[in-house]
Structures are given as C-alpha cells and as structure tokens.
Nanobody
Framework: VQLVESGGGSVQSGGSLRLSCVAS????????LGWFRQAPGKGREGVAQ???????FIADSLEGRFTISQDNAKNTLYLQMNSLKSEDTGMYYC?????????????WGQGTQVTVSS
C-alpha cells in the first residue's frame, strides 16, 4: 500500500492544522492506520491510531488537542491538530500497523512537515 501525507505547514502557536493521508492499494483487515511523528534529533513518537472497530486512540500527552479520523470512501486518514505548541514541530507520518498493536508501523509515507513557531 502507498501512503501519501499532506497538509503540513508553518503555523503560530495556538493555531490548527489538518493533515491528510491518502492510502492506495490493499490494506489487510488486520491492519489499521495511524500517525506518528519525529522531531529533529528525537526518536519516533506515536500520535494517534485507528482501531479495527472504528474507535480511536490518542497519545495521552495529545489527548484533547489532536483528533484522528478516517473516511473509508475516500481511503483517507486525517489528523486534526488544534492548540498547536512549538513542541509539536516535526515530521508527521501515517503508517499501517497491526490493529490493536500501538505504534508498530511496518509501512509509512514520505511524511509532511509541521512547524509551530512561538
């Protein structure tokens, strides 16, 4: 499956962005889509992930500010990010992982850059 992210950009602290990820190709029913990010000089950090029953999981530190959703008709995954902070700066990727296994992505796109200035 090919994943293509978009929607990143530069915003001021407190602003919002909506990221999109279009998936093309076959995704097995045992795999779910999610988002992770990587800040400069840091390791990967799980952000949000879909569950097989359509429920969602958001990383504790992002709960209340980030929302993940999926439009199956459009094969598109979204990440709504509100009240952005400078520490949210980084490259954001969407990926596929075994449903129910958090953050273990086996495939991901090229990423989209998010820069938050204070």
């Amino acid at each position: 499956v090919q994943l293509v992210e978009s929607g990143g950009g530069s915003v001021q602290s407190g602003g919002s962005l909506r990221l999109s990820c279009v998936a093309s190709g076959y995704i097995a029913s045992t795999y779910c889509l999610g988002w992770f990010r990587q800040a400069p000089g840091k390791g990967r950090e799980g952000v949000a992930q879909m569950n097989s029953d359509g429920t969602t999981f958001i990383a504790d530190s992002l709960e209340g500010r980030f929302t993940i959703s999926q439009d199956n008709a459009k094969n598109t995954l979204y990440l709504q990010m509100n009240s952005l902070k400078s520490e949210d700066t980084g490259m954001y990727y969407c990926g596929t992982a075994v449903c129910g296994v958090l953050w273990k992505y086996n495939n991901w796109g090229q990423g989209t850059q998010v820069t938050v200035s204070s």
